[in-house]
């Protein structure tokens, strides 16, 4: 003889309301945060239309005015190629670090992505000071020159300073990208190129470096985005001497209170982002399956 199973209790009205609210309220804090930053913007854009500070808006003289002086232009082809020269870099630096990460004991793999993740919680500018106690006129590395008896070597407040502190503080994403990458491949894929006959290197640029463009790719847009709106790094480590699109934005936004040209300045650099965000994307889509990348269109 059977029985029915017994119907589960029904749920309360005052709970199935509580559950109902639950995803707005735990999206709302989100929500508030893209709601102000869309407020800033819409506030920038329209500033940036205004002829001169006071002036009505509807005007691209300022628009203008950049594109068309090859003094204005220098400023961001100059954190152009310093962004990628840092970018790869960062690569070139982070890519053995993240394929040692990957293959090392679980208990050594756990400290080092600690301290990966402490130096997020670390303050920046004094990250950056650190730098200069290691890399200055008599910072660690000229102090070890000059006890070998060679000439110390001027490594801050110019290029080479900024170009080594944006490759220092971009560091732990490249990392933490590439090593998220690096530990979905699957290892019988390499296996199985050995036993077929391949060497390490050869399984390595085959398989292993091929899958791993994602990350590469995703670390290096994220490297390059960060280097490229860097403020605190010319500041502090280029001494005045190199000026970055950032830098050139607060001079003339903050100290000279030019607001619409600072304001116009910022959107042209929120444009490069988005076009190059857009065009590695398209990439990816249409090619992204060769390196084990699915479309977010496709199932």
Same mark, same amino acid.
């Given at each position: 003889?059977?029985?029915?199973?017994?119907?589960? !209790?029904?749920?309360?009205?005052?709970?199935?309301?509580?559950?109902?609210?639950?995803?707005?309220?735990?999206?709302?804090?989100?929500?508030?945060?893209?709601?102000?930053?869309?407020?800033?913007?819409?506030?920038?854009?329209?500033?940036?239309?205004?002829?001169?500070? +006071?002036?009505?808006?509807?005007?691209?003289?300022?628009?203008?005015?950049?594109?068309?002086?090859?003094?204005?232009?220098?400023?961001?082809?100059?954190?152009?190629?310093?962004?990628?020269?840092?970018?790869?870099?960062?690569?070139?630096?982070?890519? $053995?670090?993240?394929?040692?990460? /990957?293959?090392?004991?679980?208990?050594?793999?756990?400290?080092?992505?600690?301290?990966?993740?402490?130096?997020?919680?670390? /303050?920046?500018?004094?990250?950056?000071?650190?730098?200069?106690?290691?890399?200055?006129?008599?910072?660690?590395?000229?102090?070890?020159?000059?006890?070998?008896?060679?000439?110390?070597?001027?490594?801050?407040?110019?290029?080479?300073?900024?170009?080594?502190?944006?490759?220092?503080?971009?560091?732990?994403?490249?990392?933490?990208?590439?090593? +998220?990458?690096?530990?979905?491949? /699957?290892?019988?894929?390499?296996?199985?190129?050995?036993?077929?006959?391949?060497? $390490?290197?050869?399984?390595?640029?085959?398989?292993?470096?091929?899958?791993?463009?994602?990350?590469?790719?995703?670390?290096?847009?994220?490297?390059?985005?960060?280097?490229?709106?860097?403020?605190?790094? $010319?500041?502090?480590?280029?001494?005045?001497?190199? /000026?970055?699109?950032?830098?050139?934005?607060?001079?003339? +936004?903050?100290?000279?209170?030019?607001? !619409?040209?600072?304001?116009?300045?910022?959107?042209?650099?929120?444009?490069?982002?988005?076009?190059?965000?857009?065009?590695?994307?398209?990439?990816?889509?249409?090619?992204?399956?060769?390196?084990?990348?699915? $479309?977010?269109?496709?199932?």
């Amino acid at each position: 003889m059977t029985t029915a199973a017994a119907a589960p !209790p029904a749920a309360s009205p005052r709970a199935a309301k509580a559950v109902s609210w639950t995803p707005y309220l735990l999206v709302a804090p989100a929500a508030v945060l893209v709601a102000l930053l869309a407020l800033a913007l819409a506030f920038l854009f329209v500033e940036s239309l205004r002829p001169a500070v +006071g002036a009505p808006a509807g005007s691209l003289v300022q628009y203008q005015s950049i594109l068309g002086s090859a003094q204005e232009l220098s400023y961001f082809w100059r954190s152009c190629w310093l962004a990628l020269a840092a970018t790869a870099l960062a690569l070139v630096l982070g890519f $053995p670090v993240a394929w040692h990460l /990957d293959r090392a004991p679980r208990r050594t793999r756990t400290w080092l992505m600690a301290f990966l993740v402490l130096t997020f919680f670390s /303050d920046y500018v004094l990250r950056m000071f650190g730098l200069v106690l290691v890399f200055g006129r008599n910072g660690l590395v000229n102090q070890g020159l000059v006890a070998a008896g060679l000439e110390p070597l001027r490594m801050m407040f110019n290029t080479t300073g900024v170009l080594i502190g944006l490759v220092a503080s971009s560091l732990p994403y490249t990392i933490l990208s590439i090593t +998220g990458v690096l530990g979905r491949i /699957d290892a019988s894929q390499v296996a199985a190129a050995q036993l077929l006959g391949a060497s $390490p290197a050869r399984a390595f640029l085959s398989i292993t470096l091929p899958l791993s463009v994602p990350g590469l790719v995703s670390g290096g847009i994220i490297v390059f985005l960060l280097c490229l709106n860097s403020f605190v790094v $010319p500041a502090l480590l280029g001494g005045g001497f190199v /000026d970055m699109v950032a830098s050139h934005i607060y001079e003339q +936004g903050v100290n000279l209170f030019n607001l !619409p040209f600072g304001a116009a300045a910022s959107f042209i650099i929120l444009v490069v982002a988005m076009v190059l965000l857009g065009v590695c994307n398209a990439l990816f889509d249409r090619h992204g399956r060769r390196f084990g990348v699915v $479309p977010a269109n496709t199932r």
